[in-house]
């Protein structure tokens, strides 16, 4: 079994991808493999989901986190969206208990009506942090350019990198017990 493997919104760059794109990969590869979808960061830019197709595409997998919008990454605890044949596909090869009773509790309560406008209110907060963040970082004078994001992160090209990097290492050892002033 052939298997494409797509992250969208992507990681480092934030970027969702191109729907048109997609949608020639799923044609493209309509028959001879699975596309899996990995939607971490989707709740970030929910108008991207790949979900809808699922019904147009039966190749197609999407895969779901709590670790990222929800703020569950110790959970360890996704999900998979995908037709019936794969799905009792994977029902043979998973593990009889995949979840533990603790982690299937908080699961479902992240899901719950009121999980999900917490993670909605918190994805809002995140995304007015990240405008700001942008904002600032377009403002100094080392930062070469501010690549667009979809989701909780940003990737900047940074001009003089090594100088940020020494002062960002600097800065982190000023923690550490008995490191002062290490300029």
């Not at 603790?102 to 009121?114: C, G, M, N, R, Y």
């Amino acid at each position: 079994m052939k298997v494409v493997f797509v992250c969208s919104p992507n990681n480092p760059t934030g970027q969702i991808i191109d729907p048109q794109s997609m949608r020639d990969l799923l044609e493209m590869t309509r028959g001879k493999a699975i596309v899996v979808a990995d939607e971490a960061y989707i709740e970030f830019c929910p108008q991207a989901t790949l979900a809808g197709w699922l019904s147009d595409y039966p190749h197609l997998v999407v895969l779901r986190t709590l670790s990222k919008a929800f703020a569950l990454a110790g959970l360890r605890c996704g999900f998979t969206l995908a037709n019936a044949e794969v799905i009792n596909v994977l029902l043979k090869v998973i593990a009889p208990y995949p979840l533990s009773t603790p982690v299937a509790d908080i699961a479902a309560q992240a899901l719950s009506p009121e999980g999900i406008a917490a993670m909605r209110q918190r994805v809002a907060q995140i995304l007015d942090e990240r405008r700001y963040l942008v904002e600032q970082l377009r403002g100094i004078a080392c930062v070469e350019q501010v690549f667009d994001s979809e989701t909780n992160y940003v990737l900047a090209r940074i001009t003089a990198s090594s100088a940020v990097f020494k002062s960002l290492w600097i800065r982190a050892l000023s923690y550490v017990t008995r490191i002062n002033n290490l300029h």
